[in-house]
Each structure stands twice: as C-alpha cells, then as structure tokens.
C-alpha cells in the first residue's frame, strides 16, 4: 500500500477515536492540560501496540512460501477486512444510544485505556491488513501515532463544545472513507483500473 491509502485508513481510525473521546470530552467542565496528556499518551501507545500485533499475525499467516493463488487470496482477505471495518462503521452511525450529559471531571488511567480499547480491533485489523499486503511499518506506525494524536485533541474539544451528537457523523464518514479505499483497492489489486 502506498502511503495515501495508509493516510486514508488512518484517518478512518482516527475518527473513530474522535467518537469515542467526543463522549469524554461533553461530559468535562475543563479540558486540562492533564487530561489531554493522558488520552494522547494511551491512544497513541494502544494505536501503535495494535498495529504492530496485527501486522504481527499477518506475517505469521503468510510468512511460508505463498503460490499466486495464495497471494491473490490473501489480497482477497484485506478487500473482506477493509469492507467489513466499513460496514460496522456505517452502523454505528445509526446507533443514537441516548447518554445523559452529567458533567464529570475525573479522568482516571483505568477508565482511559477502557475506553481506549475500543478502537483496538480497527487498528488490529488494519494492522493485519497492512500485514498482508506487505506495507512497510515506517510509513504506518508514524501516520497512526499523528493520527491519533490529532484524534484525541479533536474530539476532546468537538466534544466539550458540541456534546454526543457529531459522533454520528464521525462514525459515517470513517465508514464512507474505508468504502473508498476499499474499492479503490478492489480496483488496483485486480487490475480494472490503473490509478
């Protein structure tokens, strides 16, 4: 994957770290300097442990000698992965759980990589599917690490200024920019169009 797509995909994820952080940031009287540190510090890590655990069970699943069969298989697996990160996105966007805005402050190390780990599986899947298409960790670990960074800052402010709603939003267009990359890959890896 060029490092486009892998901008595209973590940009995927890096919204779906800003509807969960969002939730955090409607219910905070003050974002601190604190507070931010402390997300950054376990949604980068999380993000970054991810990746590599997915990249590090795509090179034992296709680490033996691979036919062409094999390799258009698995290039196969990574459009399935892609479309399916897609698709759970897209439904989230429909779900309007009702969540009372009760101002809280508190910010504790357990609750953050709670609610950090639920962006584990996306970046362990996207991990997986870098993994299987042989992207170079060079240019994913630096893209998500930013990403998130930029994630959390985001969705803190978004949050603590607009409250739950544009978690929908983020949700949709994470799932729509994954369609993209998705056919755009579709397209690329069978050969219908040169891009």
Not at 165 to 171: E, F, G, S, V
Request: charged content about 15%; aromatic content about 14%.
């Amino acid at each position: 994957m060029n490092i486009l797509e892998v901008i595209i995909i973590a940009l995927a994820s890096a919204l779906e770290i800003a509807s969960i952080v969002l939730c955090k940031g409607a219910v905070f009287s003050k974002i601190s300097r604190e507070k931010i540190g402390k997300l950054i510090v376990i949604f980068s890590s999380w993000q970054i442990v991810t990746l590599l655990a997915g990249n590090f069970f795509a090179y034992l699943f296709s680490r033996r000698n691979v036919t062409d069969m094999q390799t258009w298989f698995l290039k196969g697996v990574v459009i399935v992965i892609f479309f399916a990160m897609a698709i759970e996105m897209i439904i989230k966007s429909f779900h309007n759980n009702f969540v009372e805005e009760v101002r809280n402050d508190k910010l504790m190390w357990s609750e953050a990589w709670n609610i950090a780990s639920l962006t584990g599986v996306t970046s362990l899947l996207a991990g997986f599917g870098f993994g299987l298409l042989s992207t170079r960790m060079v240019i994913q670990i630096p893209v998500f690490a930013v990403s998130s960074v930029i994630a959390v800052i985001s969705g803190l402010f978004v949050g603590y200024r607009f409250g739950y709603h544009p978690k929908q939003k983020a949700y949709f267009f994470s799932g729509t920019l994954l369609i993209a990359i998705d056919i755009e890959l579709f397209c690329r890896i069978f050969h219908i169009i040169r891009f």
